[in-house]
């Protein structure tokens, strides 16, 4: 097989270990223009204006590998690198892959461990410093993810026919305090699904009278008592969100 650089014409041989090489991107031995050999690729001698060889100890076969730096470069100014990651594109893709799924680990595990990090005074400082908590500081936290339901209880009411009560205990474990959270109940049937639901606000559940404006205090535990309406036999299961 044979080659013919499309810049000097010059025709070189080729083996099937050279053009499978760079997936067939060649160099000029003559005039150092790279190119695809496939492209110019001819089972026998190309007639025409071809030329051989020149005769020189340091020309042989097309040269398979890097431009020197600074020196060889292709007719459009792209060197030999360049060239290949041309022909190579997903190789760019799977670097701009990896540098996101770096970001991505690094913004999950900020998330993921975000309570102990403002503890921290170095990071607690620095995130008040660049602004991050102005919102806290403002005025209550608000997570609810932070609020965990310690014991729960449904039953009839001794006295008063038709009436479920419901007492529920909940803390803050949150470092700070926050709003106090909005109750959704809901009621499930034997397959689990919803035949009721009922959202109470802090003022329905908190006693008469009680500051909600300072918000639940850290550790804080909060017992609640909540009468509700009794849908039937058909409810046998309930389920607490906190909102």
């Avoid at 650089?5 to 070189?12: A, N």
């Avoid at 998330?111 to 921290?120: G, I, V």
């Avoid at 965990?148 to 006295?159: A, E, G």
């Avoid at 034997?190 to 500051?211: E, K």
């Amino acid at each position: 097989m044979f080659t013919r650089c499309p810049k000097c014409k010059t025709v070189h041989p080729l083996t099937a270990k050279v053009l499978s090489h760079s997936r067939g991107l060649v160099l000029c031995g003559q005039c150092g223009r790279a190119f695809s050999a496939l492209s110019f690729l001819f089972d026998e001698f190309p007639s025409g204006k071809a030329h051989a060889p020149a005769i020189d100890k340091k020309t042989g076969p097309p040269i398979i590998g890097r431009v020197s730096k600074g020196t060889k470069k292709t007719e459009e100014g792209i060197d030999e690198a360049a060239a290949q990651t041309r022909h190579n594109p997903h190789r760019l893709a799977w670097g701009l892959m990896s540098v996101l799924l770096v970001l991505v680990t690094i913004a999950n595990l900020g998330w993921t461990f975000r309570e102990p990090l403002k503890q921290n005074p170095t990071v607690n400082t620095w995130l008040k410093d660049n602004g991050w908590l102005e919102v806290e500081r403002e005025g209550l936290l608000k997570d609810v993810d932070r609020i965990q339901l310690i014991s729960r209880d449904m039953h009839s009411h001794p006295t008063r026919t038709g009436i479920l009560v419901l007492s529920l205990t909940f803390v803050n474990l949150a470092q700070r305090s926050q709003l106090f959270p909005i109750l959704e109940i809901t009621l499930l049937d034997g397959s689990n699904q919803p035949i009721a639901q009922r959202h109470f606000q802090p003022t329905d559940y908190l006693r008469s009278g009680a500051d909600t404006e300072s918000g639940l205090a850290a550790d804080v535990f909060l017992p609640v008592l909540l009468e509700l309406g009794d849908p039937g036999e058909q409810a046998v299961g309930f389920e607490i969100q906190f909102l």
